[in-house]
């Protein structure tokens, strides 16, 4: 930093309504809960977006004040490189890793990119989410997106072989990706397994609970499955490479910009592919993630599409098609 002034954090809970209801095997909800962290040194502001998440234990209450608790470390110095040992991974770490990144890049009048010797973000396609329902529900809302070249099918347990066959119905060009949210057991994993490889499905998304995925290495996988709930930042790789053949890295389970790029590092050199994921969250929340999707097999950045509306300047989405950040918005 070249500014002496001391850095002050204000830090807020926002709610973005849902387009409609987003419906996964845990339930549905109708709007995105988010945290945001503004840090701010002399005239220069840079700003990170969270989504605490209740799986881990996560309420937008206790992100607020975790987050509020840096105040005098900040003040006092703390910078990036401490912060990972400061704070656990997760979503507070997350909005505040994200905030000093984009504080970093303006105070140098660099992009963040730059500054971090990464090469340039470029425009890329992103998954888009059909939500848990009826075959019927989703063979609808999927037909309304089957222009759409990738699509996350989100699947909830029995029934699951009908509602993928409906969906591959209603989209024929369609690339599909499957996300269980750990809902299937290991007496269905191979027949749900199987239903989707017959739906020409690609990936398959976290089958089975996390802690309870021992299954998956015990059979032939018939096509690629992906850790996501299983997989959190780097020292949780190493012991999934007999279950999973990918692993996704959500900036809200690593705890940040920072981590995600590191262990991104780590998953390729693991040979595990690479899909980047976020919550139902703003461009704000999407736009560090852009730095990782360059090396992604899989993107799936659609928050901002599943919201009634998106934060002003956010990403530009032409399509499927979404484009790096403006540096008013962040980085």
């Not at 709610?15 to 701010?40: L, M, Y």
């Not at 509602?163 to 057991?185: C, G, Q």
């Not at 139902?280 to 509306?309: E, H, I, K, N, Y």
Request: net charge negative; hydrophobic share 45%; glycine share 8%.
């Amino acid at each position: 930093m070249t500014s002496s002034a001391s850095r002050k954090l204000a830090v807020s809970i926002e709610r973005w309504p849902i387009a409609g209801a987003f419906t996964i095997s845990r339930g549905a909800k109708t709007e995105a809960v988010t945290v945001v962290a503004t840090v701010s040194q002399g005239d220069r502001t840079g700003r990170g977006e969270c989504v605490p998440y209740p799986r881990y234990g996560e309420t937008a209450e206790a992100t607020l004040e975790v987050l509020q608790a840096m105040h005098e470390p900040l003040a006092k110095g703390l910078d990036r490189a401490a912060l990972q040992a400061a704070m656990p991974a997760g979503a507070a770490r997350n909005a505040l890793d994200c905030a000093l990144l984009d504080l970093e890049a303006k105070t140098a009048g660099q992009r963040v990119w730059t500054l971090l010797g990464r090469s340039p973000p470029r425009p890329c396609t992103t998954a888009f989410t059909i939500s848990l329902g009826t075959p019927e529900a989703m063979a609808s809302a999927t037909a309304k997106a089957a222009h759409r070249p990738l699509l996350k099918i989100k699947l909830g347990g029995d029934g699951d072989e009908v509602r993928i066959a409906a969906v591959r119905k209603a989209a024929p060009e369609s690339e599909l990706i499957v996300d269980a949210n750990e809902a299937w057991t290991p007496d269905n994993l191979e027949y749900n397994l199987a239903a989707c490889a017959n739906a020409g499905v690609t990936l398959v998304e976290q089958p089975l609970p996390a802690g309870r995925d021992e299954a998956l290495a015990r059979i032939r996988r018939p096509i690629a499955v992906c850790a996501d709930e299983s997989v959190h930042d780097r020292a949780s790789l190493e012991g999934l490479r007999a279950r999973y053949d990918a692993v996704n890295i959500k900036l809200d389970k690593t705890g940040g910009l920072t981590e995600a790029l590191a262990m991104a590092d780590a998953a390729r050199a693991l040979g595990f592919e690479i899909m980047i994921g976020c919550m139902v969250a703003t461009s704000l929340a999407m736009a560090p993630a852009m730095l990782l999707a360059q090396q992604a097999r899989f993107v799936d950045l659609d928050g901002p599409l599943l919201l009634a509306r998106d934060r002003d300047g956010g990403l530009r989405y032409d399509g499927s098609l979404v484009y790096p950040p403006e540096a008013a918005l962040w980085g």
